[in-house]
């Protein structure tokens, strides 16, 4: 059972007596037919001295062109900040009034709001709330309720950082095709992200594992402890709208099918009360919002296709959708992807992306307390640190910002770029306890060509180029670059803000197609997977810096795994 109950259920559950959750009644013994209106609150982080919780209200009654929902905490429970709603405090009473943009509240339409807030010793559930002065049906279930030993759907405690003190799964498949290289069994055994990237992936085709079969082998893996899992949400309509290799089976308006043919079916399986003692870590969509920002309208790296999916709305829909479905289950624990450094970290795109991505975490029901944190770097090849130059030095009379290499942009390496962007997330509404992941499955940059100093003096240029790590022709290069290698192992908590490095994506399996190759997973060939291609806007107009012969992305290439063991920084023993 999903953690979010109707109103029918709450009237049932509180002739039951379920433990640590509150329901109001419709008055006067008026049946759930005739509720005026539900309220879902759910606390969705909690720690020693704070909170944060979401809260649906949903008008059964006539329309409202302005809303107000009431409620009084019983304990010491102080309102700090909120979101979506104008949230406000006198003693124990609080208000939450609609915002100019949420007042119009429809006969059976939501409006979700979220807040931040502080206590001491009890953080109990309100047991009443009234919308416009009239008593409503509360859902008070969430993921930090009490745990209830008679309720096996009731996930217990989050916790701040999944990775904290938990093993990680390892995927049999890519293991197996990571032992079978010479010298692959060094790195075997490390965990890599499943990849959902069509519909048939739910249930395994062309004899992979499906997801089931995955989440069976990690409560195998897990055994007594606690094992996080991570799985790549990635089949929005119109994917990857600005590069062909990783372009999916679904059209730009097929946003119904995303919906009920893919999100669906995977929240119905994460929420089945067997896989509970799991924390599934879910990375959702990649590679998709920031094209609304970065390549739509009149900019040079705009696409058709990008102007597209910003019309119709289905990334910010498909995303928040996702969000809503998926945070159901109150041991799924959601990150959003924020692209990278060298694709977002410039002044026209820093604050806009991190706008979007509030936007998205806002749509179709979702709250931005259904976002456990964000993942930068996905399948790229940012460094994870560039020690050898900084934005704030000078050289021969320039700064490094104005490097061709670094081109204006306000960061130079993921760390620096993933705590600041953090920062800005939480200034737009996000929780300030989000956390970041970094995917350094392939930014190690090390072997013979990593630098060990900065570069000479003599110019701005010859000083970035001959310090950095990353050896890309350019940094708009993202497809089976050759020199990489595998950056940082997978690992917890390794910096302030970061929950853990990881390798979301598995190396040694191809971005995209060096040519044009037959396939039927919706795959098209993107010509900056071609090595003898001179670029676009994106890039330069440079070289690609793709390895040849490479496979359809997500397949195995060896020699692409060869490179990144060959290059490994820090190197493999």
């Known amino acids: 059972m999903s953690r979010t109950r109707t ?57 409202k062109s302005s809303w107000s929902l009431k409620w009084s905490y019983a304990g010491n429970q102080r309102v700090t900040s909120g979101w979506n709603a104008k949230v406000t405090q006198s003693g124990s009473n609080v208000t939450a009034a609609n915002e100019s943009y949420n007042g119009t509240l429809a006969t059976g339409g939501s409006a979700s709001f979220g807040f931040q807030g502080t206590y001491s010793g009890s953080n109990a559930i309100p047991a009443t709330f009234t919308l416009d002065g009239v008593t409503c049906n509360v859902d008070g279930g ?27 799964y390892v995927n049999p498949e890519w293991s197996a095709n990571a032992a079978a290289e010479p010298g692959g069994s060094r790195i075997a055994n490390q965990p890599t992200g499943v990849w959902l990237d069509r519909i048939a992936a739910i249930n395994g085709a062309n004899g992979k594992m ?13 055994g007594s402890g606690e094992l996080v899992i991570q799985l790549v949400i990635y089949n929005l309509p119109g994917r990857d709208c600005s590069a062909l290799a990783s372009n999916g ?7 119904g099918r995303y919906k009920t043919e893919y999100i669906d079916p995977i929240a119905a399986i994460l929420a089945d009360d067997k896989y509970s003692s799991l924390r599934i870590v879910t990375t959702v969509e990649i590679d998709s919002l920031p094209n609304l920002v970065t390549n739509t309208g009149s900019r ?19 995303v928040g959708y996702a969000l809503n479905k998926l945070g159901d289950a109150g041991n799924v624990y959601n990150y959003v992807d924020a692209g990278h450094h060298g694709w977002i970290g410039w002044d026209d795109n820093f604050g806009p992306s991190a706008d979007v991505f509030h936007d998205a975490a806002t749509a179709e029901g979702a709250t931005p307390a259904d976002v456990h944190g964000f993942i930068t770097n996905t399948a790229n090849y940012s460094a994870l640190k560039e020690n050898n130059f900084s934005v704030d030095q000078t050289v021969a009379g320039k700064s490094v910002r104005e490097s061709k290499w670094v081109d204006w942009n306000r960061y130079v390496d993921e760390l620096g770029f993933a705590q600041a962007f953090r920062n800005e997330l939480v200034s737009t509404g996000f ?10 499955s392939r930014n190690g940059w090390g072997g013979t060509a990593r630098p060990a100093g900065p570069g000479a003096t003599s110019s701005v240029d010859t000083y970035v180029d001959g310090g ?31 929950d853990a490095y990881v390798w979301m994506k598995p190396p040694g399996e191809s971005d995209g197609a060096s040519k044009a190759i037959p396939n039927d997973e919706g795959k098209g060939f993107d010509r900056m997977c071609d090595p003898t291609y001179t670029g676009t806007p994106r890039n330069g107009n440079n070289l690609t810096g793709a390895l040849p012969d490479a496979p359809v992305s997500g397949h195995w290439f060896s020699a692409q795994f060869q490179e990144l063991m060959k290059n490994a920084y820090p190197p493999l023993p």
């Open 7 to 63: 109103a029918l259920l709450a009237a049932m559950a509180l002739v039951a007596g379920a433990t640590g959750t509150a329901y109001a009644v419709a008055p006067d013994g008026v049946g759930a037919a005739a509720v005026p209106c539900t309220v879902d609150y759910q606390v969705q982080n909690q720690w020693s001295t704070g909170f944060t919780a979401a809260v649906t209200v949903t008008n059964l009654g006539a329309a």
């Open 142 to 168: 969430g993921p930090t309720d009490p745990t209830d030993p008679t309720d096996p759907t009731d996930p217990g405690d989050r916790v701040n950082n999944p990775y904290s003190g938990a093993k990680v």
């Open 210 to 222: 499906g997801l089931r079969a995955h989440l069976d082998e990690a409560l195998r893996q897990k």
């Open 249 to 255: 089976e679904l059209g730009p308006t097929e946003i």
């Open 300 to 318: 040079a790296t705009a696409t058709p296709e990008c102007d597209v999916m910003k019309a119709n709305g289905n990334y910010v829909k498909g």
């Open 431 to 440: 929780d300030t306890n989000i956390g970041m992941l970094i995917d350094t």
């Open 468 to 498: 950095r790590y990353d050896r890309r022709i350019h940094i708009g290069n993202w497809c089976n670059q050759a020199g990489a290698g595998l950056g940082e192992r997978p690992k917890a908590a390794p910096e302030s803000g970061i």
